[in-house]
Structure formats: structure tokens, C-alpha cells
């Protein structure tokens, strides 16, 4: 196997017509291998690629080839690159190509495609297909070619490949066989249910032995190369669609779906709202404001109880919904509520607890209580508020922070769940924007914010996204951790509390991700399920990837972009046209 890939790669190369002296396939640093499934219970999945490749080029075409896994991969690739990457100046335009690998076994390749799309992602049965399968929505190359060893040269088709494929491969007289509707190729390249909806991709099946592939395998990709197959793929121009969409576009679009209700107050759709005043503070309306006091006037009434009867930790982070009216609109008519919120902090005796109540040992509770708190202290004058912010903390913090610098979710498992990790950085983001720099609890954590930050920044992904598992790179790409933690960077740069030489390449990579991610329509790809304290890390593993519109991933994803564009508008040299920082 490792010799039919060493001259698959070395012969595609040359066959695509690219100079020596043209950009590289890969980059001179070499490519990076990038997790698809390290499930404890499933096959692994595996890649490697450019970091240009998995962060969308939108110059060149892209080549996956999907294969059966080799110890020899990384070998292989880096072979392939040192052969064909010196660098020059020539100017790389859509007829040239960049390749990548993806390596598992052939139990996952041979599967029945499309996997069930009713069935949970990414647990239950088929985990290893379910992950390659939504793979190509984050990849989403121009081509896909299934390469397999055999004893005869030829090519496998699905019937609704194109016909220039067919004529190249009628005129290279190699044995046709018909795929069957199940097949990978197939469903990639004409199946109704795209991977994450993105649009279909062409593929075929190449069975090659390397005894004739230096021969007639050279001569089918050569006449693939003039005529000009792959071109543009579906699911690649709708990627481009997306990625080139100003962020405060991206946030309109969010903005006809979230932020329309607060049926019951609790953080998912109160942040969605506070998004929406961002909104019409960036667009210089206030239509949003009057439509938003309207939606909260039962509850600044009394004719709704906001607290309810027993309020957990979403209850009490909606009423930052409140705060921010009290800021922006009328302080008088808005505290009262906050205060209520955060009040709860005091036992029937009037003595405060150690801790926000309804914390359940989650990292979520930096969150849940601690900005509450703050903004109480800041709306009320009461300074007492800002200590009993820092000691609720500091309280979630023996619980749930490992040595390493970020969260365990709970006491139960070490594992670092990455919205239990998001949590803890939106939530200090917005405990520093209510606490005044100069007083004590704001310095002391800043410096947890910064610490915890800088701990995660080590592990964002090539893609520029954070993992479900924030240490455990198999793990799923995951939509609300990686909006949180980017808008806790955007808040510390806005507000001086991070240096921009460090921080700004953070935002390239995950902002661009961010938005690929987020249909005109809102759906939104990989938003982890509601999650309690799990028993261990597979549990974690095993929660549900939301693929479609989701009230907690929309809100997370409009806080964040809505707050991106105030970033840009505020830099001289930057506007909110732009799309990177």
C-alpha cells in the first residue's frame, strides 16, 4: 500500500501540470495531521493536509483522497511534499490543485453512505462514518477519490457522474463498474442529504495495482488534468458563498432567527436579545431596542415572574438581559431585577453563601452567577457585590480548574468539555467588563482570564476551531465553545486586557471558521446538545452534534460576531466591511 501511494501522490502532482517552482502543495513547514474520529468506542479517522487545505482555499482546487490507513502516511505525505515544494513567486490560479489525505479502515470506506442523519452525531452506531461523513462539510474539497489496491486497474463511477469523467475514462479503455447507491462515491456526488448540507462533491473509486499505475494510472490522470476535472465543487462554492460575508451580514442573518422571545428567562434566548441590541448600536437603529422592551415588559411588570420557583444557573445568567437594559436604556426601571438575581447569593438569614447557589459543581457556574453579581455591584454602587463576585470564582474554580490552566467540567472526570470551557471565558469576560479596573477583584481576575485564554489557545484547532474535548483533537469541531472563547479574546483586545501580537492571529483562524459554519438561513454546524456533569470522557464524546438552527448555538454565534464588528469599527485602520482581522 505505501508504494501505490507514493506514486498516486507523486504522479497526481504531476499530472495536475503544477511548476516546481509554483506555490507547494504543502507548506514548507509541513502539513499537519488532523483528527476526524478518535472515539474510544470507533475506528479511527485520520488526516493530513496543509493548514491552507483545512482552512479553505479559495484559489486553488482541492484533492481528498480517502484510503485505507498507513503507519507510513506521514512518511508518505511529507515525501511527496520535499519532492514538490520549492517555493517562488508565480502567481497559483484555480487549474492548479492541493491535495490531502484522509485514513481509516476499509469496514469505514465500504460502509452504507449516507449514514442515518436522524440518528445522534457522533455516538450511537456508524461513529467513524458519521465523522467522515460530516468531515467533507469542513473539508469540502472539489474531488474525492476513493483509492483502493486491486489486481486490475479500474475505475468505479456513480451513475450520476459527469460525462467528461465517463469520456476520460472510456478513452483510457479502463474497466468501468457501476457504484452502487450506497456507496461513498455515490452519495458524495448525488445524494439529497449533503455532508452538513453543503452541497454535493464529485467522486469515483480508483482501484489501481502499482505495478501498471506508473503507465496507464499516469495516463488517466493526465487527460483528467486537461480536461479540467475537478472543477468547483458544490459544497466548495457554497463554502466560498459563506466565507466571504462581511461578519456584521452574518449577524443580520442570525438576527432574522434569534433574539425574538423570552418565554422564559434563561440565558439561551437572553443573549440573543443583548446580541440585538449590539446589532442596532452597530447599525445606528432603534427599532431593536423598543421591539426587545416590549418582549421584557411582563417581567418588569410583575405580570411574570422572572426567577420562577426554583431558578438553576440559566435562569440567573437571563437576567443579564436586564443589565444591559440597565446600562443602555433606564437603570431605575432595570436593576430591581438584577438585583433580585443576584441576591441569591444571601441565605434567609441575610448571611452570604459561599457560593451562587444552583452551581451543580459545573464550570458553566463562572457563567451562570458571576457576571450577575458583578453587573449588581456596578448597577448599585454596592462594591460588596464585586467580593462576593471574586469568592464565587474562586469557589468554581477549586472545583473544577486543572493545573494545566483550563476546566475540567466538574469533579466527576477530568475532562475538559470545551463549553465548559467557553463558559468560564465569556463569563470572567463580562465579570471584568462590570468590575472597575482599579478595584482588587478585577485585577486578580485578570489575570485568571488572561491565564486561562492563553491555555487555550494552545489548543485550537488547524481549522481554527476548538474540539468538543478541548485537549482531544478527535473530538468533533465544536460551534459554541469556539464563538465563546473567540468572543472572550475579542472583549480582552476591545478593552486592553490582551496584547494583539498574540491574540489577533487567534481570531484569523477561528472567526473565518465561525462564519463558514453559519448558513444565510442560521443553521449552524456541530452545536454541542445541552450537557449536565458527565461520568467520564467518552460520555462527553457521546453527546449529540446539533446540525441544523439551535437557540444556545445562534445565541453564542450572534454575541460573538456582533461583538467582532464593534472590534473592527473601533480600529482605525479596519472597518466593519471586513471579514479578518
Known amino acids: 500500500m ?43 479517522v485520520s488526516g493530513f493536509a496543509s493548514s491552507t487545505f483545512l482552512k479553505g482555499d479559495f484559489k486553488q482546487r482541492q484533492i481528498l483522497i480517502v484510503t485505507l490507513d498507513s503507519p507510513k502516511h506521514r512518511e508518505l505525505l511529507e ?24 485514513f481509516t479502515s476499509s469496514d469505514v470506506i465500504d460502509s452504507v453512505y449516507p449514514p442515518d442523519s436522524k440518528a445522534p452525531y457522533y455516538s450511537g452506531d456508524q461513529i467513524s462514518q458519521k465523522s467522515l461523513w460530516r468531515s467533507f462539510g469542513w473539508l469540502t474539497p472539489d474531488l474525492v477519490v476513493i483509492l483502493k489496491p486491486g489486481d486490475e486497474l479500474k475505475v468505479g463511477l456513480p451513475e450520476s457522474a459527469s460525462e467528461k469523467l465517463r469520456k476520460v475514462c472510456r478513452e483510457s479503455q479502463f474497466p468501468i463498474h457501476d457504484l452502487k447507491g450506497s456507496h461513498l462515491a455515490t452519495a458524495l456526488t448525488s445524494s439529497p442529504e449533503t455532508p452538513a448540507n453543503f452541497g454535493n462533491i464529485p467522486a469515483f473509486e480508483l482501484v489501481c495495482p502499482e505495478t501498471q499505475f506508473s503507465n496507464e494510472g499516469y495516463k488517466f490522470l493526465n487527460r483528467l488534468a ?59 437603529g432603534h427599532s431593536r431596542y423598543r421591539e426587545i422592551e416590549q418582549i421584557v415588559a411582563d417581567y418588569v411588570s410583575g405580570e411574570k415572574t422572572s426567577l420562577g420557583k426554583k ?55 463562572v457563567f451562570m452567577g458571576g457576571p450577575i453579581l458583578a453587573a449588581a455591584g456596578n ?32 469533579p466527576l472526570d477530568e475532562a475538559a468539555w470545551g463549553r465548559g470551557n467557553g463558559f468560564p471565558a465569556l463569563g470572567l469576560a463580562l465579570v471584568l467588563s462590570e468590575i472597575p479596573e482599579e478595584h482588587s477583584a478585577h485585577q486578580e481576575l485578570l489575570k485568571d482570564f488572561q491565564n486561562h485564554l492563553a491555555a487555550l489557545c494552545k489548543h485550537q484547532d488547524p481549522t481554527g476551531m476548538w474540539h468538543q474535548v478541548i485537549d482531544e483533537p478527535g473530538s468533533y469541531r465544536e460551534m459554541t465553545s469556539t464563538c465563546m472563547i473567540s468572543f472572550a ?18 481570531l484569523e483562524e477561528s472567526i473565518p471558521a465561525i462564519i463558514d459554519r453559519i448558513s444565510p438561513e442560521g443553521e449552524l454546524f456541530d ?55
Open 379 to 410: 448597577l448599585t454602587g454596592d462594591e460588596h457585590y464585586y467580593d462576593l463576585c471574586l469568592q464565587h470564582v474562586r469557589f468554581m474554580q477549586e472545583l473544577c480548574l486543572r493545573k494545566d490552566g483550563v476546566y475540567r467540567h466538574s
Open 311 to 365: 431558578p438553576n444557573g440559566s435562569v440567573t445568567a437571563g437576567h443579564l438581559i436586564f443589565s444591559e437594559l440597565a446600562h443602555r436604556v433606564d437603570k431605575q426601571k432595570y436593576t430591581p431585577l438584577v438585583k433580585k438575581a443576584a441576591d441569591q447569593i444571601f441565605a434567609d438569614n441575610g448571611n452570604a453563601l459561599p457560593v451562587m447557589p444552583a452551581h451543580n459543581e459545573m464550570s458553566d457556574a
Open 489 to 506: 479574546i475579542i472583549r480582552g483586545l476591545r478593552k486592553g486586557w490582551l496584547r494583539p501580537n498574540q491574540f489577533d492571529t487567534v
Open 226 to 284: 486537461k480536461q479540467k476535472i475537478p472543477g468547483i465543487s458544490s459544497a466548495h462554492g457554497e463554502r466560498i458563498d459563506r466565507h466571504f460575508r462581511r461578519p456584521l451580514d452574518v449577524a443580520k442573518q442570525l438576527d432574522a432567527v434569534y433574539g425574538h422571545h423570552l418565554s422564559k428567562v434563561t440565558y439561551q434566548p437572553a443573549l440573543s436579545l443583548i446580541a440585538r441590541l449590539n446589532l442596532d448600536d452597530l447599525t445606528a
Open 2 to 44: 505505501s508504494l501505490l501511494l507514493r506514486a498516486f501522490f507523486s504522479l497526481l502532482i504531476l499530472t495536475m501540470g503544477i511548476p516546481l517552482s509554483a506555490q507547494p502543495l504543502f507548506e514548507e513547514s509541513g502539513g499537519v495531521d488532523f483528527g476526524i474520529c478518535s472515539h474510544p468506542q470507533a475506528t479511527s
Open 79 to 102: 515525501a511527496a511534499q520535499r519532492q514538490y515544494s520549492q517555493s517562488g513567486t508565480n502567481q497559483v490560479g484555480l487549474d492548479s490543485f492541493r491535495l490531502a489525505g484522509v
Open 527 to 581: 452545536v454541542c446538545t445541552g450537557t449536565g456533569k458527565q461520568k467520564n470522557l467518552q460520555a462527553y464524546y457521546d453527546r449529540t452534534a446539533i446540525l441544523g438552527k439551535d437557540e444556545r448555538g445562534g445565541a453564542m454565534a450572534f454575541l460573538c460576531l456582533t461583538e467582532y464588528a464593534r472590534y473592527l469599527k473601533e480600529q482605525p485602520s479596519q472597518n466593519e466591511d471586513s471579514t479578518n482581522p
